[in-house]
């Protein structure tokens, strides 16, 4: 291939990690390299349920993309994709247009809201870091409202989570700690602050093992959150949900609902005609779209089938990161003339959740389960793992979770 121009879109975990490793691996007369995403800075979707609740800053959270990417190699790109042409070989930018040799599509996800009457419109949903800034805004606005009204309003101090899967409990973790810092700074008895989780399933955490899922109901309704399970939403409203368990219809008054039971891939993927299964592109073994063998997808927009269960891998930061380094790889391999290419198999080092700054409980090693401080120290190693993978030691210690003794 004779200096191909090779694309990337999106600088989310998928993205900037792919961009990283070609930027490593490819010499500048080899190719072409250019990265488009919407900002000028990478965030931690993995930390965005922290800034959502205000226990982390939201500039903690995000990355200067400049910080990882030597610009002399890679050319950067703010600007927002609009649409692919795959037949064209081109992307069309809300300023500009750009054509590729070899592209790489790493748009991330958005929320799923399954056509739920009001939640497009009402719901908050922890999708970017714009996303989660409002919903910190939002919540800390409403307590210090509470007290400037004449008739208190109760709606102001209930927060309702839709979802108790691995986000939504991420979530209302995050915010079992930060009320009782947020009642004191605006005066208001930490007893009328209501966090409702309402989830369709039977129990929290489907799918997760039951003694861990017991270990965080008891760990978070100790902090207060209530759960609502076997409870379908069926509508949101600007001042209220309404959910129905047992064949009822049942209302909460709220002015803050947090949607976070389902991602989809980003829509630009079906849109631009892409062949998709559930919206995201069931990509080849080599991480190529079946129809074109010029585009790669990667991260949350690619579906991966696991062979052993017959199941679609769940959308993870885990597996986006080791698919940008197996897609990284084929495409130096393309533009060096290589036609056996890697096939990628993720390697699932295991799961852990957090449930506020100081528990967590996850999987390890297969089977190994792990909860409390174990399981905090050890979210915390994967997170700095994955900023040294991303930035190397100087990443690390500017961005590192390092506060292990006060978990
Ligand atoms: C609160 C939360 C907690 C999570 N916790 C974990 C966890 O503990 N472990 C784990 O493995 N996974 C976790 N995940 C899932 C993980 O974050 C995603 O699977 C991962 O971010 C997917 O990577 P990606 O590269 O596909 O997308 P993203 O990381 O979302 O990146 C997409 C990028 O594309 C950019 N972009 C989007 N649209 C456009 C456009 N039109 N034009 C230009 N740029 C665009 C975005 O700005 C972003 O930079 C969590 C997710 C959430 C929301």
């Known amino acids: 291939m004779n200096k191909p121009n090779i694309v990337v879109l999106g600088a989310g975990y998928g993205g900037l990690i792919t961009t990283v490793n070609l930027q ?105 870091l714009n996303s989660s800034r409002l919903i910190r805004e ?19 101090l209930n927060i309702v989570v839709g979802g108790a899967g691995f986000t939504g409990m991420e979530f209302v973790g995050e915010l079992a700690n930060r009320i ?25 955490m489907p799918g997760f093992d039951p003694q861990l899922v017991e270990y965080a109901m008891n760990s978070l309704e100790a902090r207060g959150v209530e759960f609502i399970t076997s409870a379908m939403l069926k509508e949101c409203k600007p001042d ?28 630009i993927v079906e849109e631009s005609g892409f062949e998709t299964n559930r919206g995201k592109v069931e990509v080849r073994p080599d991480l190529r779209s079946p129809e074109y063998d010029d585009v790669f997808v990667v991260g949350d927009c690619a579906l991966i089938m696991n062979e052993e269960t ?11 990161s080791q698919a940008a380094d197996v897609a990284a790889q084929n495409i130096k391999d393309l533009v060096e003339g290589n036609k056996t290419l890697t096939a990628f198999e993720p390697n699932i ?27 905090t120290v050890m979210k915390k190693i994967i997170d700095n793992k994955h900023l040294l993978k991303l930035g190397g030691i100087g990443l690390l210690l500017k961005k590192g979770k390092f506060n292990i003794f006060n978990s």
């Not at 810092?181 to 369709?200: A, F, N, Q, R």
């Not at 129905?244 to 980003?266: C, M, P, Q, R, Y």
């Not at 017959?310 to 986006?320: D, E, H, L, N, S």
């Open 24 to 128: 490593k691996s490819l010499g500048a007369n080899q190719a072409n390299i250019t990265l488009v995403n919407k900002h000028d800075y990478h965030y931690q979707s993995t930390w965005l349920h922290e800034s959502a609740a205000g226990t982390l800053h939201h500039d903690r959270v995000r990355i200067p993309i400049k910080d990882v990417i030597n610009t002399s190699k890679v050319n950067l790109v703010i600007d927002t994709v609009v649409s692919i042409d795959p037949k064209e070989k081109k992307v069309v930018l809300e300023n500009d247009e750009l054509t590729y040799d070899i592209l790489v599509v790493s748009l991330g996800f958005e929320s799923a809201t399954f056509g739920i009457p009001g939640l497009e419109e009402n719901a908050y949903m922890i999708e970017s």
């Open 138 to 156: 939002h919540i800390e606005y409403n307590f210090a409202m509470y007290h400037n009204e004449k008739e208190k309003n109760q709606a102001r």
């Open 180 to 204: 009782p810092e947020l009642c004191k700074e605006y005066d208001i008895d930490k007893s009328l602050v209501k966090i409702i989780t309402v989830e369709g399933a039977p129990t929290v």
């Open 240 to 267: 209220g949900i309404v959910y129905e368990k047992d064949g009822e219809e049942h209302s909460i008054s709220t002015l803050t609902t947090v949607w976070a039971a389902g991602v989809k891939a980003n829509s």
């Open 310 to 320: 017959g199941r679609p891998y769940p959308p993870t930061a885990q597996i986006a």
């Open 349 to 375: 080092l295991g799961t852990v959740a957090s449930l506020g700054n100081n528990d967590a409980i996850g999987t390890i090693f297969g089977d190994k389960k792990i909860f409390g401080w174990n399981a």
